[in-house]
């Protein structure tokens, strides 16, 4: 099976390229300069975990219009009064040439903070639009969500497995990605497994028990493959009379889950079910529509709960399914210089310039952010959070492994006030701009 | 490049494979029935728009365990327990040889109605779960809320152009084609046109007018390449004056677009200075924003829109970012004989018996639905909605074309009565099940 890892050069709107086309006719090579940032965050959120720069960056090192792509294009009726050297000479040799700074993923990011800036000449800086977005947003959305989930189980491990409601099975896996770079123990998603290395793990469904004769044969056919292991799923009739079933037949499974129903009643009736029969290292997995508030109040009730499964609510980020975020042109050449460029439409001010974000504070503990010019004559002091990740077309560095992302990301976040990190009534987390920047603003 | 358009049989939940191994072990080959449904329709929802089979007849076809794939698997904690054989001879041999029952795209369906039913040996059954789900559930959701624009817009066309607050570029691509089987005019999607034929259009970005040293600039240099059917976004900086420009210079666009500020007052300043320089052909293209409900009361104030660009209201589906969709085993195989088998959690119980759907009523007047058994000895006197579309692992037909399941599913909402395809405070379908199913779920 040939694969695909990365979108192609058509993953873009047509707009992309009808201005591609105006800048090409007008021999126009001049630098852009764009920043990928959220104009503001989502409702009852007070951070973003930055996510999916490695996927960008691998979509810009692949990023080139085949044969097959350019005569797809030829023939559109929107690009007829395009020149042929558009299609013959310049789309074929073109390669995404320029530098893009970045915030690493799994740190926390907040609302007109860049997390991507791109420079490069204007028609490769416009054209990688589109899917620069779809892939930092989506895995930023997702990583958010997962990060308030893994906040809520307070230390409890949290495993992603909300592929089947994932948008396609692509986004699934970027979700299970996005959701391990979080904090997440893992995911049940087997490519995502594959593909990064994220450690996955499962159980069995409702059909293994319905498809047996009965709920014990089932069990015990599962326990005969997989061992000490197994992790059977109780709750397809009744989990507390399975519960008896596992420990009046002498089984000792790794765990047990509970899919429905009253999980802090359940959990306790079938601790002390298993207690009673001398299964005390049997772990107890709940799962079942949960969200961070639900994970949230089975932690506070004390409910002998070892872990969570999360699905829909992490992979489809369902209180705030997409972010507000954009990519603005912030300055262009001019004669040879980087000019500062803004938009004023009415309620979608962009602030020009190129920026840097200062995270101001000791290393475990941030206090603020500064949002100034990347040029800034006297930064503040503070740990600059965008790097240089692609300098003329090359990565600066080798891909990071998601373990690393997942560690880096954790002492970031753990950084911020918990003030901040609540799950509901959060502090919002002090963000200026640079004197410098404002009166780059109010001009 | 190279391009895998379908994803691989690692696109699954690990515990299907736990499961699988241990009917491998058990030598069960047992024939099972599952059926992908939706449980209950979103809030505020009153019909579902199916979509997405294609890609899950697709995915179907290719399926199959790579070398690589398996030498993965191998290697999972997880399957420690699973024989050679499984892995040896097994896996790398197996392919998807069932039956598959299912409703067309484009369709309007309800909760508890099957989208899809599976009939193969039960390990085949069960491996395919993770992925028809959420290719099916994806597609679905954004054509329910995708019908529900174009309703809105009430004959006026429709362009989908949210690939970027998509969740990645694959979801981007095929949210666009459900959005056009669901009566979207277009897509903005290079790479939906490209794969599906879906038509695309574009127009230009802030960004192009920021680029130029003014705005008359930036429109004259675009109508240099584009010509005629160029379509001018006017309000980078403010589009009552930008209208008054391009007036002024006597350029005779296809269009204006207004993405930003009061859309209704807008145009209709905007209409008056076109006309007042005779550009009446001149239409204009409202974004921004835009949902299904800021889209009725566009239409409702009589602005003079000629057509609405639609983004994240419908690449995102946000007011119901997922479907409460299961795949659930309704019969197995059991002396054979195919025997119902459901569920009892609580909250979660499912209807025994493999079904069928019947729309009651005249071709252009659907009346009501009876959900019944397949073999329903009499069935209601109506039209059967699934149709038997895999026969032993083979399409039964070619792959239908987006523009047929476009205009087809266009004739089956429009014979819904027009109280369920109300925007707001629609009337519930009558949907019943039949005697004997009844019979079934209450034994």
Request: charged share 20%; aromatic share 6%; net charge negative.
């Amino acid at each position: 099976m040939t694969t695909r890892l990365t979108p192609g050069a058509l993953s873009t709107d047509l707009y992309e390229l009808t201005m591609a086309a105006g800048y090409h006719a007008a021999g126009n090579e001049s630098l852009a300069s764009f920043e990928l940032f959220v104009r503001e965050l989502p409702d009852n959120r007070a951070f973003l975990v930055a996510a999916g720069l490695e996927q960008a960056l691998d979509y810009l090192e692949a990023w080139r219009f085949s044969r097959a792509d350019i005569n797809y294009l030829r023939r559109l009726p929107a690009l007829s009064g395009v020149s042929r050297g558009f299609f013959e000479t310049y789309l074929p040799d073109l390669r995404f040439t320029g530098d893009v700074w970045a915030v690493p993923e799994g740190v926390p990011v907040f609302a007109g903070e860049p997390l991507l800036r791109v420079t490069a000449p204007v028609v490769q800086a416009q054209l990688v639009e589109t899917t620069l977005l779809s892939t930092v947003l989506f895995q930023t959305a997702v990583a958010s969500t997962a990060a308030r989930v893994v906040e809520a189980a307070a230390g409890r491990p949290v495993v992603e497995f909300g592929g089947r409601r994932a948008h396609g099975p692509e986004a699934a896996v970027h979700a299970a990605r996005a959701a391990y770079v979080a904090g997440c123990e893992g995911t049940s998603n087997v490519e995502a497994g594959s593909r990064f290395g994220i450690p996955v793990s499962g159980t069995m469904a409702h059909s293994w028990v319905m498809a047996h004769e009965d709920e014990l044969s089932a069990f015990r056919r599962y326990m005969e493959v997989h061992g000490p292991q197994s992790v059977l799923l109780i709750d397809t009739y009744d989990a507390v009379a399975a519960a008896r079933l596992i420990v009046g037949a002498g089984l000792r499974p790794a765990a047990v889950r509970v899919d429905s129903g009253d999980l802090a009643d359940l959990s306790v009736a079938v601790r002390r079910v298993l207690d009673a029969g001398s299964l005390e290292d049997t772990n107890i997995l709940v799962s079942g529509d949960l969200d961070a508030h639900a994970v949230a109040r089975l932690v506070a009730s004390g409910a002998p709960v070892h872990g969570f499964g999360v699905g829909t609510a992490i992979t489809t980020s369902p209180d705030a399914p997409s972010l507000s975020g954009v990519y603005k042109l912030v300055a262009i050449e001019r004669n040879g210089r980087m000019t500062p460029v803004g938009k004023r439409s009415p309620g979608k001010r962009t602030v020009p310039g190129e920026k840097q974000v200062w995270r101001v504070g000791a290393a475990d503990t941030a206090e603020r952010d500064v949002i100034g010019l990347a040029d800034e004559s006297s930064p503040p002091d503070g740990h600059a959070l965008l790097s240089h990740v692609v300098r003329r077309g090359q990565r600066v560095s080798l891909p990071r492994t998601v373990h690393d992302l997942r560690e880096e990301g954790r002492l970031a976040r753990t950084a911020l006030p918990s003030v901040v990190r609540r799950l509901s009534g959060a502090e919002r987390f002090p963000v200026t701009l640079s004197t410098a920047l404002c009166a780059l603003a109010d001009a």
